[in-house]
């Protein structure tokens, strides 16, 4: 942590080092104030009259005019330019932080909740920029407030300043019984709000289950209790930081008190003149505000040093998938061999020596019943998990030898949770194209191909409709065929369909299918389907069951083989038929005299 404060305090020397100059000019011609009071006074008790002091009276209250103006620019631009540093700090650090989450593999994800994400990048990294902005330019101006300040009335009166510096080891107490407790409350405090966050974020998520299963007030309760967690947290934090500030005045109050009595005495007995006593007093005036406020400068530290422990727990991660190689521009060709794969997360073996073989230009199906593997097998293609055992190859490379991005960029990758952006349908479907490369007729040819075209008079603005956050306003099916356009659109020559098709009907699905014949002749393509209708594509199939492969062969001849696939295809041949007969029926109900129910029941 003390490495990411030296590098950003450092980047910004400049901006910092130039507030401390001005901090410094400003409190030099702050303190110049008392001293010209000091004069004017002395002056005016020294004559015999007002008149008399009259001129120099005059010209003492021009020079403190001018001092209080150039005062004044000098503590703007000392504001100005750490207030600059801290939100450009902000900005440097909220980039780091993205791009570094950026980085990580899905397993990083699974292990970190959204809304703890989303709290230090908000309220963690707003803490961090009051800790370089308002706190720093405050204990700079504090520290040689103090400095200059208690130098000079040792001058004026040592007896008085050795009173007034009692304050100090008062203040240090305060400090060191309190630091602590406001770090560890405010971080409780920061991590109340991240699983409050979690939790709106999940709900709003949600919304459509929440309502159908009309949960709506025991949501409701739940975040009212999580919310009420968080204020309480706060409460306990202020109950510490709010004795701060009182407790400084108290003993400001008690300073003064005792100040005018020894001050007076001095004055009385001819120690100190009374301009002396004044510009004392006005010594003392002036540190009187910053240290009522260390309370809360001194809690801005704190928050700030909790904040930046919790960054530091995120960017002092590193993820577990790297290149070692820069990215190229090559296009594969498109080969993927898996030899001898062993998968395990956590505790669990998912897949277990696994091997297989795909040449470039082939079609392969990959199916097998759920919870079998099949979606960690392509994610391992794309390298978002490593095997624990084995090696994923393609174009003959370990995947771990490949640039991320060039691996990444040639394949093209539908997985089996789709997940849309919030802008426009045109935006999803060209996201994986470069910019450069964009094109009406690219991102048109990848909607016609994904049978998306047919729903384009549905929506008001055709190509241009918003689709709402994941695409609230899309039917499953829209979804699915507008994640498989995305991947047809980057004209990759790896396409892996991870049970691309589930959400779509049957006569979609065979359109999407013939649409894609020819679109795929010419690129590797792996098709995962729970569906077996969806592997009429594929040349070899391959069959996963527990993790391991079980049987591989073409269509026909597996199902002759009378094993596991052939299990599976007679329990979907048998599903299909029904679905069949329960379409024929439905559509003879009208016929019937009494209507759809009785003609149903009549059936029955």
Same mark, same amino acid.
Request: net charge neutral; charged share 20%.
């Given at each position: 942590?003390?490495?990411?404060?030296?590098?950003?305090?450092?980047?910004?020397?400049?901006?910092?080092?130039?507030?401390?100059?001005?901090?410094?000019?400003?409190?030099?011609?702050?303190?110049?104030?008392?001293?010209?009071?000091?004069?004017?006074?002395?002056?005016?008790?020294?004559?015999?009259?007002?008149?008399?002091?009259?001129?120099?009276?005059?010209?003492?209250?021009?020079?403190?005019?001018?001092?209080?103006?150039?005062?004044?620019?000098?503590?703007?631009?000392?504001?100005?330019?750490?207030?600059?540093?801290?939100?450009?700090?902000?900005?440097?650090?909220?980039?780091?932080?993205?791009?570094?989450?950026?980085?990580?593999?899905?397993?990083?994800?699974?292990?970190?909740?959204?809304?703890?994400?989303?709290?230090?990048?908000?309220?963690?990294?707003?803490?961090?920029?009051?800790?370089?902005?308002?706190?720093?330019?405050?204990?700079?101006?504090?520290? /040689?407030? #103090?400095?200059?300040? =208690?130098?000079?009335?040792?001058?004026?009166?040592? &007896? $008085?300043? *050795?009173? @007034? !510096?009692?304050?100090?080891?008062?203040?240090?107490?305060?400090?060191?019984?309190?630091?602590?407790?406001?770090?560890?409350?405010?971080?409780?405090?920061?991590?109340?709000?991240?699983?409050?966050?979690?939790?709106?974020?999940?709900?709003?998520?949600?919304?459509?289950?929440?309502?159908?299963?009309?949960?709506?007030?025991?949501?409701?309760?739940?975040?009212?209790?999580?919310?009420?967690?968080?204020?309480?947290?706060?409460?306990?934090?202020?109950?510490?930081?709010?004795?701060?500030?009182?407790?400084?005045?108290?003993?400001?109050?008690?300073?003064?008190?005792?100040?005018?009595?020894?001050?007076?005495?001095?004055?009385?007995?001819?120690?100190?003149?009374?301009?002396?006593? /004044?510009? #004392?007093?006005?010594? =003392?005036?002036?540190?009187?505000?910053?240290?009522? &406020? $260390?309370? *809360?400068? @001194? !809690?801005?530290?704190?928050?700030?040093?909790?904040?930046?422990?919790?960054?530091?727990?995120?960017?002092?991660?590193?993820?577990?998938?790297?290149?070692?190689?820069?990215?190229?521009?090559?296009?594969?060709?498109?080969?993927?061999?898996?030899?001898?794969?062993?998968?395990?997360?956590?505790?669990?073996?998912?897949?277990?020596?696994?091997?297989?073989?795909?040449?470039?230009?082939?079609?392969?199906?990959?199916?097998?019943?759920?919870?079998?593997?099949?979606?960690?097998?392509?994610?391992?293609?794309?390298?978002?998990?490593?095997?624990?055992?084995?090696?994923?190859?393609?174009?003959?490379?370990?995947?771990?030898?490949?640039?991320?991005?060039?691996?990444?960029?040639?394949?093209?990758?539908?997985?089996?949770?789709?997940?849309?952006?919030?802008?426009?349908?045109?935006?999803?479907?060209?996201?994986?194209?470069?910019?450069?490369?964009?094109?009406?007729?690219?991102?048109?040819?990848?909607?016609?191909?994904?049978?998306?075209?047919?729903?384009?008079?549905?929506?008001?603005?055709?190509?241009?409709?918003?689709?709402?956050?994941?695409?609230?306003?899309?039917?499953?099916?829209?979804?699915?065929?507008?994640?498989?356009?995305?991947?047809?659109?980057?004209?990759?020559?790896?396409?892996?369909?991870?049970?691309?098709?589930?959400?779509?009907?049957?006569?979609?699905?065979?359109?999407?299918?013939?649409?894609?014949?020819?679109?795929?002749?010419?690129?590797?393509?792996?098709?995962?389907?729970?569906?077996?209708?969806?592997?009429?594509?594929?040349?070899?199939?391959?069959?996963?069951?527990?993790?391991?492969?079980?049987?591989?062969?073409?269509?026909?001849?597996?199902?002759?083989?009378?094993?596991?696939?052939?299990?599976?295809?007679?329990?979907?041949?048998?599903?299909?038929?029904?679905?069949?007969?329960?379409?024929?029926?439905?559509?003879?109900?009208?016929?019937?005299?009494?209507?759809?129910?009785?003609?149903?029941?009549?059936?029955?």
């Amino acid at each position: 942590m003390a490495d990411l404060v030296r590098d950003y305090l450092w980047r910004y020397r400049r901006d910092v080092g130039l507030g401390l100059l001005a901090t410094i000019a400003a409190t030099l011609l702050g303190l110049l104030t008392p001293y010209l009071l000091r004069r004017a006074i002395d002056a005016f008790a020294a004559r015999s009259g007002a008149e008399a002091a009259a001129g120099e009276l005059a010209m003492l209250a021009g020079a403190i005019m001018v001092v209080a103006l150039v005062e004044a620019v000098a503590r703007f631009f000392a504001r100005l330019l750490v207030t600059s540093a801290s939100r450009r700090v902000e900005y440097d650090l909220r980039n780091r932080y993205v791009e570094h989450l950026e980085r990580f593999e899905p397993a990083f994800f699974q292990r970190h909740r959204t809304g703890d994400l989303m709290a230090r990048a908000t309220n963690d990294l707003g803490a961090v920029r009051q800790l370089f902005g308002p706190a720093l330019y405050h204990v700079m101006n504090t520290v /040689v407030l #103090f400095a200059i300040a =208690l130098t000079l009335m040792f001058q004026v009166s040592p &007896a $008085l300043a *050795w009173w @007034a !510096t009692g304050v100090l080891p008062i203040a240090a107490i305060v400090f060191a019984v309190t630091r602590a407790r406001i770090e560890q409350r405010f971080t409780r405090v920061q991590e109340q709000f991240a699983a409050m966050s979690d939790h709106a974020q999940e709900v709003f998520a949600g919304q459509r289950v929440v309502k159908a299963y009309a949960q709506e007030a025991r949501e409701l309760e739940t975040f009212r209790r999580t919310s009420q967690e968080y204020v309480n947290r706060q409460l306990a934090q202020i109950r510490v930081t709010g004795l701060l500030g009182p407790s400084m005045s108290l003993v400001i109050g008690l300073l003064v008190v005792a100040l005018l009595y020894v001050g007076g005495r001095e004055v009385v007995d001819g120690r100190l003149s009374l301009g002396g006593f /004044v510009q #004392f007093n006005a010594y =003392l005036a002036m540190l009187a505000f910053p240290t009522t &406020a $260390l309370g *809360w400068v @001194a !809690t801005l530290w704190q928050q700030g040093r909790a904040s930046l422990v919790r960054l530091h727990e995120i960017l002092a991660e590193e993820p577990a998938i790297t290149s070692v190689v820069p990215a190229t521009g090559e296009r594969y060709r498109g080969e993927i061999e898996l030899r001898n794969v062993t998968l395990t997360i956590g505790t669990a073996t998912l897949l277990r020596d696994v091997s297989l073989h795909i040449r470039p230009g082939e079609t392969v199906a990959l199916v097998g019943p759920l919870g079998s593997g099949k979606s960690l097998l392509a994610a391992l293609i794309a390298r978002l998990y490593d095997p624990t055992e084995g090696q994923v190859l393609v174009d003959g490379r370990d995947v771990r030898r490949h640039s991320l991005q060039s691996l990444r960029q040639n394949i093209g990758y539908v997985p089996q949770e789709t997940f849309l952006f919030s802008g426009t349908v045109s935006d999803n479907v060209a996201f994986g194209i470069e910019s450069n490369a964009r094109s009406a007729e690219r991102i048109r040819g990848a909607v016609r191909l994904s049978q998306l075209e047919k729903d384009l008079d549905q929506w008001p603005a055709g190509l241009e409709t918003v689709v709402g956050e994941r695409g609230v306003t899309l039917s499953g099916g829209q979804k699915q065929r507008t994640a498989i356009a995305r991947a047809l659109a980057k004209d990759p020559p790896i396409l892996v369909l991870d049970d691309a098709l589930s959400s779509v009907d049957t006569r979609t699905e065979e359109a999407i299918l013939h649409g894609l014949q020819h679109f795929v002749a010419s690129r590797t393509t792996l098709v995962i389907a729970h569906r077996l209708s969806s592997t009429r594509l594929a040349e070899r199939v391959y069959v996963l069951h527990d993790g391991r492969i079980v049987e591989q062969g073409s269509h026909a001849a597996l199902v002759q083989r009378n094993g596991f696939y052939t299990r599976m295809y007679r329990r979907q041949l048998i599903a299909q038929e029904l679905d069949v007969a329960e379409e024929t029926l439905d559509d003879e109900q009208p016929e019937t005299a009494a209507g759809p129910s009785a003609g149903r029941a009549g059936m029955r």
